[in-house]
């Protein structure tokens, strides 16, 4: 295990210059170029870096805003991953705070390793607190056994605004009570297997139609409104002493005396109001500093950097000019603002680095039994029964992008003779001829894509066929995904609508328990249906 010194020795022994650099934490890239590796330990060891954040690749959802990359599959990325962190920690003359975003688990970032529910599943399960625990312990267990310290999860923004096109599934829902509980039961199963964790996107991001890793999004709420809904969460988990608050590039001009600038740049924003008017002790770090909301207004290298240094963040996130920000903070900062900083950040390495677990797997964690659990406490009756179908012949479709084979209507199979359709495999011309003599259709969609944008990324005439069954047949609908999919459904010609959230096996299964009437539907859907 890594020792770290105290703050009390690290305070003299450091140059203003090292202190600095440790504010910084720049991308690292699991699937790199040995140049752009070598490149990245010359900059540890020349310019001090902090702390790390680690991303799939250049190609990644997360840095290729446009999307005009492809993201080629890496199945050794783990391995890779755990061989990188060694690297750089040997190129660093002080110990390494490794970052990453695992949300619903490593495979939020790294192909094959365990995917647990977003957070949107997390949040139709009935005060099944010690279940949201087990799994923010998992995950941290998979975190330490990648050399990973610094979960930044979970995210507490409010879930109120269906077109959001960035935070939507990744938020427990729309209740901010809930919320805030589920995001601390996270929080504390994550400390449980020593793993720092982060509350984001102060002071808000739920309520925007803008991604701002793309623009900037402007949120026009009163203060009072803000105060009574979005800042909820963040107040309670500072309350709860939470490790770390991301700050978010979103512009809220209530809460900053009418400024629009992003409340990642704003004084007002991250010292009136988090530090003095919230009382929040501990590190502030900013998104990430490459995002569009931010980095296409400043032109100048190592100008965003200042500012976000200046504006009151601890830690910078993906800056992507470090030699140029740590001059400019040189230059232009106090040594008692870099020092605060700087102890800030070293007591959050220091509470890191001396978790000490001679258990500690050496395994990824198996999710399958976490998710079975949680599949059968969210899944989540949304209107209707199914007292229509009981002793009818029925016809299955599946809406779906890929043609794989649907453990959904193949473990009903088991127990109930019925031929199914694909549109993966079929056109939807073909599936409408055979129904022709068939009136009780069983509809299992399974949405490509959990974002909002393009109808979730099923195509309009799918939406249009799915709309026309409902209209013509006797239909009873299992949506496995994001729910806001039902504000393009006309739900209210539906027999019954049953929500498993995710596509997992598990979740299928569970599912096909509860159509045979096997298992009963326990959750409440977290967000409102239009």
């Known amino acids: 295990m890594m020792k770290i010194a105290p703050y009390t020795k690290t305070k003299k022994e450091l140059t203003r210059h090292e202190k600095i650099g440790q504010l910084f934490m720049p991308a690292a890239f699991i699937n790199d170029s040995e140049e752009e590796i070598q490149k990245l330990e010359q900059r540890i060891r020349e310019r001090h870096i902090g702390s790390l954040c680690f991303f799939h690749s250049r190609a990644s959802a997360a840095t290729n805003f446009e999307g005009q990359k492809k993201i080629e599959y890496k199945k050794d990325s783990f391995e890779t991953l755990k061989k990188l962190i060694q690297r750089y920690q040997k190129a660093a003359k002080y110990p390494l705070l490794i970052s990453i975003d695992a949300e619903w688990g490593l495979a939020m970032r790294i192909e094959n390793t365990p995917q647990y529910p977003y957070a949107i599943t997390l949040g139709a399960l009935q005060n099944q607190y010690d279940l949201i625990y087990e799994l923010g312990k998992q995950i941290a267990m998979d975190c330490r056994v990648a050399g990973i310290h610094w979960n930044l999860a979970p995210v507490v923004d409010i879930n109120n605004n269906p077109n959001n096109p960035v935070i939507g599934y990744r938020s427990f829902g729309e209740d901010k009570y809930q919320v805030t509980q589920k995001a601390l039961a996270f929080i504390q199963g994550s400390e449980s297997a020593g793993i720092l964790t982060c509350i984001k996107h102060f002071p808000g991001h739920g309520d925007t139609e803008v991604d701002s890793h793309l623009g900037l999004p402007l949120i026009t709420k009163s203060?009072?409104?803000?105060?009574?809904?979005?800042?909820?969460?963040?107040?309670?988990?500072?309350?709860?002493?939470?490790?770390?608050?991301?700050?978010?590039?979103?512009?809220?001009?209530?809460?900053?005396?009418?400024?629009?600038?992003?409340?990642?740049?704003?004084?007002?924003?991250?010292?009136?109001?988090?530090?003095?008017?919230?009382?929040?002790?501990?590190?502030?770090?900013?998104?990430?500093?490459?995002?569009?909301?931010?980095?296409?207004?400043?032109?100048?290298?190592?100008?965003?950097?200042?500012?976000?240094?200046?504006?009151?963040?601890?830690?910078?996130?993906?800056?992507?000019?470090?030699?140029?920000?740590?001059?400019?903070?040189?230059?232009?900062?106090?040594?008692?603002?870099?020092?605060?900083?700087?102890?800030?950040?070293?007591?959050?390495?220091?509470?890191?680095?001396?978790?000490?677990?001679?258990?500690?797997?050496?395994?990824?964690?198996?999710?399958?039994?976490?998710?079975?659990?949680?599949?059968?406490?969210?899944?989540?009756?949304?209107?209707?029964?199914?007292?229509?179908?009981?002793?009818?012949?029925?016809?299955?479709?599946?809406?779906?992008?890929?043609?794989?084979?649907?453990?959904?209507?193949?473990?009903?199979?088991?127990?109930?003779?019925?031929?199914?359709?694909?549109?993966?495999?079929?056109?939807?011309?073909?599936?409408?001829?055979?129904?022709?003599?068939?009136?009780?259709?069983?509809?299992?969609?399974?949405?490509?894509?959990?974002?909002?944008?393009?109808?979730?990324?099923?195509?309009?005439?799918?939406?249009?066929?799915?709309?026309?069954?409902?209209?013509?047949?006797?239909?009873?609908?299992?949506?496995?995904?994001?729910?806001?999919?039902?504000?393009?459904?006309?739900?209210?010609?539906?027999?019954?609508?049953?929500?498993?959230?995710?596509?997992?096996?598990?979740?299928?299964?569970?599912?096909?328990?509860h159509f045979l009437e096997k298992l009963p539907a326990k959750g409440i859907i977290p967000v409102k249906i239009s």
């Not at 608050?245 to 400024?259: F, Q, R, T, V």
């Not at 400043?298 to 740590?326: M, R, S, T």
């Not at 496995?480 to 979740?507: D, S, W």
């Open 223 to 513: 203060k009072a409104a803000l105060l009574e809904n979005e800042l909820f969460p963040f107040q309670q988990l500072i309350n709860k002493d939470v490790d770390s608050i991301m700050a978010g590039h979103l512009a809220i001009p209530a809460l900053a005396d009418g400024d629009e600038i992003p409340s990642s740049l704003s004084k007002k924003m991250l010292k009136d109001l988090l530090r003095n008017q919230m009382n929040f002790k501990g590190v502030v770090i900013s998104d990430a500093l490459n995002m569009h909301a931010v980095s296409k207004n400043y032109p100048v290298k190592g100008q965003l950097e200042w500012e976000a240094f200046n504006a009151g963040n601890d830690v910078l996130c993906f800056a992507e000019h470090i030699e140029e920000g740590i001059e400019a903070i040189h230059k232009n900062a106090s040594n008692q603002q870099i020092e605060a900083s700087f102890e800030r950040l070293w007591h959050l390495k220091e509470k890191a680095f001396r978790i000490d677990n001679p258990n500690l797997n050496t395994q990824l964690s198996d999710p399958d039994r976490v998710n079975k659990k949680i599949a059968a406490e969210s899944l989540t009756l949304y209107k209707g029964d199914l007292d229509h179908f009981k002793n009818k012949k029925i016809v299955g479709i599946q809406i779906s992008s890929e043609d794989t084979t649907s453990t959904f209507f193949e473990c009903i199979q088991k127990n109930i003779a019925f031929p199914y359709f694909k549109t993966a495999t079929s056109t939807l011309l073909e599936i409408q001829d055979k129904l022709t003599e068939e009136d009780h259709i069983l509809l299992a969609i399974y949405p490509p894509n959990a974002k909002p944008s393009n109808y979730f990324d099923i195509p309009k005439q799918e939406i249009d066929f799915i709309n026309n069954l409902l209209a013509s047949k006797q239909v009873i609908l299992y949506l496995f995904g994001n729910p806001f999919v039902l504000n393009h459904i006309e739900t209210r010609h539906a027999k019954a609508i049953v929500i498993a959230y995710q596509n997992f096996e598990v979740f299928q299964e569970v599912a096909a328990e």
